[in-house]
């Protein structure tokens, strides 16, 4: 199989399989989880052609969907996107097989395994896609997968909120990398990515609204100030989604967009910007983390602070030492994460004030669990504490202000993870009395994790796994030539080091002095309050609408219509282009004076019956207008139209009800006038404007490539199946849903008919 085919594969194979889960899910239960760990081998097996993107020839591969408007399934793996796409399918793979043990056997495994398949063909979709469109597509439909996970427990009102909390934020960035990938589009020049005009993009005057926009939705989906708020309640979610989430995927899609446009934000003004944004939330995350007393929201805050760093040396052009910690905080957080969920499962309780000392009950979950915990601190000789070097040593190229933000933050870091570490050791103490060590098939997925964050950080150098990741990354990213040391030297970066160790013992000593600093320091608002606020306001926007709308009348309803429509035509009569009348055909104007004696006559008719007539005169007079034209096939449909509605009004006719004259104020008449002329007006302006095109007439473009690109001699046929296709499958989804709706309707009616009747049936 070539590199091309197992890219398509990569990505396409989680999807496929979220199809079969619900099934194969019937059959093995929670086990599926250890098959469909599989869907991540063609991701890992792209490492067969490892060489050629090291050497800087990226793999690509491309599926075109409609070629007309650049919308093609096209991937393409540079070094960093194939590093983060098999750190995806690793911690995929590992989480699968976790799953599998920590899902009880009353749990819906077909619909978790599904969410999460569709979680992971996204992310790694996003990963590898060059196509901007698919892009965004990818970007979606994490954020909709993850709303599925996050509330897969639905009756949980925490589940409901965080999964509420997660899309409406997410969506919100969204939106907005929506408008930034038409901009890209439109001033790029292309739809790939790889292939946009930088140049072009740099000296358009859109280009700070873009750069913006895309930070935007960058930092809603890596939890950046002031989106955060929706990854703490995110971990309503079950554990093995919390792990996957917070490790190696959705939190770090935003992380993937600041890197991969890195060429963007490399200008002075907005690398600050994402810089002291980054450090921030990094110093901002630790200072909640140090409250938390429930361990996985400790690791949730942890998670915060940890995209701050990130974000702030992606943002301010350190990718190496970024890449390198990226790859640390995905095995760590994922560890960690994992043993949350075994002491859950074993203690029943993540209360970190009650648990101590559960390495003696839970001995093999703590020599896994405490080398994560300490490289999370950033202690030697684990992963940690190189990219933690790295970090430093960056922060003090930038200066006074980020060093000092880092280092508090990272004081913060240590302090918090020395509390995370505090329920293994210390004198036993836990609510229930039968916890135990979990099985193996709970602890294996630990294991390889356990063992890479020691080896990152015994042996960073020469071949092994670290420097083999970050130099796959370096031809896409720029950093060629540099190289991870366990021993720095004797330097300010090892300086710091040894200060935030100290120092953040010293703050895990006085944490409860510092924790009652925090609660008088603490505002009676914050971003919770002010998203729960907003939301409140919207819902009573939305009920004061609704009242007024839905209890006025029917004419007030198209009074406010017609009367917007008016306004529109005024407010572009200033822009219009009027051209010079040209003459109008004898024939034309017989026909449009039939139309308004019968629209008149329809308005001024007094009984039902001459209105109809007038009414008929009407449609028949668009019928000749679409024979004036020379358009027999829409005279033809208008013809029929017109007929069937004459003879259904006829059909029905003694059923109507008696015909009554409205009567009105002057006052109300006046302005129903008014507006009538104006919507009169603005149908006039926008006959005028199209007829002085803003670009070249799209007819001679259909009837050019009609037979060559629609396979048809029919004009009309081939703009409605081929030209207009998008719109036609729309009317024919619309009709669709209308015809599921009316049968379920008749259905539910034959159901409570039937129940009826044997209800009646019993009491007789």
């Not at 029917?554 to 306004?567: D, E, Y």
Request: hydrophobic share 55%.
């Amino acid at each position: 199989m070539t590199g091309s085919q197992l890219l398509l594969l990569a990505v396409a194979l989680p999807l496929l399989a979220s199809l079969v889960a619900p099934v194969a899910a019937r059959v093995m239960g929670a086990k599926v989880g250890w098959l469909l760990a599989s869907v991540f081998v063609p991701t890992l097996m792209l490492f067969t052609d490892v060489e050629s993107v090291r050497s800087g020839t990226a793999l690509e591969a491309r599926v075109d969907w409609v070629s007309g408007i650049g919308l093609a399934f096209a991937f393409r793996a540079d070094g960093f996107s194939l590093l983060f796409a098999s750190i995806i399918a690793a911690v995929g793979l590992l989480i699968f097989v976790y799953a599998a043990s920590y899902l009880g056997p009353g749990e819906r495994h077909g619909r978790f395994f599904s969410y999460l398949l569709i979680f992971a063909g996204a992310m790694l979709g996003l990963v590898l896609a060059d196509n901007l469109i698919a892009l965004f597509a990818f970007w979606e439909l994490t954020s909709i997968s993850s709303f599925l996970l996050i509330g897969f427990w639905g009756a949980r009102k925490a589940s409901q909120d965080g999964a509420l909390k997660a899309l409406v934020i997410t969506v919100l960035g969204g939106l907005a990398l929506l408008v930034a990938v038409v901009l890209l589009i439109l001033i790029g020049g292309d739809t790939r990515l790889s292939a946009l005009d930088l140049a072009a993009i740099k000296a358009s005057p859109l280009f700070v609204p873009l750069v913006v926009l895309l930070l935007i939705a960058a930092f809603t989906k890596s939890a950046q100030i002031p989106f955060y708020l929706w990854l703490p309640t995110a971990m309503e979610a079950p554990t093995p989604v919390s792990a996957y989430l917070h490790s190696a995927t959705m939190v770090k899609a935003g992380i993937v967009l600041i890197a991969k446009m890195g060429f963007l934000f490399e200008v002075a003004p907005f690398s600050q910007v994402v810089l002291y944004v980054g450090l921030a939330t990094m110093f901002w995350g630790a200072y909640l983390a140090l409250r938390q007393n429930d361990l996985k929201a400790l690791l949730a805050y942890s998670t915060i602070s940890q995209l701050g760093l990130l974000t702030a040396l992606y943002g301010a052009g350190h990718p190496f030492a970024a890449t390198a910690h990226l790859i640390n905080h995905a095995v760590f957080k994922a560890a960690l994460f994992m043993a949350v969920g075994i002491i859950d499962h074993s203690a029943g309780s993540r209360d970190i004030g009650a648990l101590s000392g559960l390495w003696r009950k839970l001995p093999f979950t703590t020599v896994l669990a405490v080398p994560a915990a300490l490289s999370m601190a950033g202690l030697p000789p684990f992963g940690g504490f190189i990219s933690k070097e790295l970090f430093f040593e960056e922060m003090l190229h930038e200066g006074t202000l980020p060093t000092l933000i880092a280092v508090s933050g990272s004081i913060m870091t240590f302090a918090y993870s020395l509390r995370f570490l505090r329920v293994f050791f210390g004198r036993f103490r836990c609510e229930n009395p039968g916890v135990h060590e979990a099985s193996l098939p709970f602890l294996a997925p630990l294991i390889p994790l356990s063992v890479a964050v020691i080896l990152f950080g015994l042996f960073p150098w020469d071949a092994t796994i670290a420097t083999w990741f970050t130099d796959l990354a370096a031809g896409s990213l720029g950093y060629e030539g540099e190289s991870l040391y366990l021993w720095h030297g004797l330097g300010l970066g090892l300086a710091l080091s040894v200060l935030t160790w100290f120092s953040g013992t010293a703050l895990h000593l006085i944490r409860d002095h510092f924790v009652a600093m925090q609660t008088r320091l603490t505002p009676g608002w914050n971003a919770n309050t002010v998203y729960y606020q907003l939301l409140a306001g919207l819902e009573h926007l939305a009920l004061w609408l609704t009242n007024f709308t839905q209890g006025a009348t029917f004419a007030t309803h198209l009074r406010l219509i017609w009367g917007a429509l008016a306004l529109a035509g005024l407010g572009v009569a200033s822009h219009a282009i009027f051209p010079r009348p040209g003459p109008v055909p004898l024939s034309m104007a017989i026909v449009g004076l039939l139309i308004v004696a019968s629209v008149t006559g329809v308005l001024l008719a007094r009984t039902r019956f001459s209105a109809l007539i007038f009414m008929g005169l009407a449609g028949f007079g668009s019928t000749l207008v679409f024979v004036l034209l020379r358009a027999p096939d829409l005279a033809l449909t208008q013809l029929l139209i017109e007929v069937v509605t004459v003879i259904l009004f006829l059909s029905v006719f003694r059923f109507l009800p008696v015909l009554k004259r409205y009567s009105r104020p002057a006052p109300v008449a006046l302005i129903d006038g008014i507006i009538s002329l104006g919507v009169a007006f603005t149908v006039f302006v926008a006959l005028v404007m199209v007829q002085v095109p803003l670009a070249p007439r799209i007819k001679d473009y259909f009837l050019a490539f009609s037979k060559e690109l629609g396979g048809g001699y029919n004009v009309v046929n081939v703009i409605l199946v081929d030209f207009r296709g998008y719109d036609t499958m729309g009317e024919i989804t619309v009709l669709a849903i209308v015809a599921v709706t009316v049968l379920a309707l008749i259905r539910l009616r034959f159901k409570r008919s039937q129940a009826g009747h044997e209800e009646n049936r019993g009491e007789r």
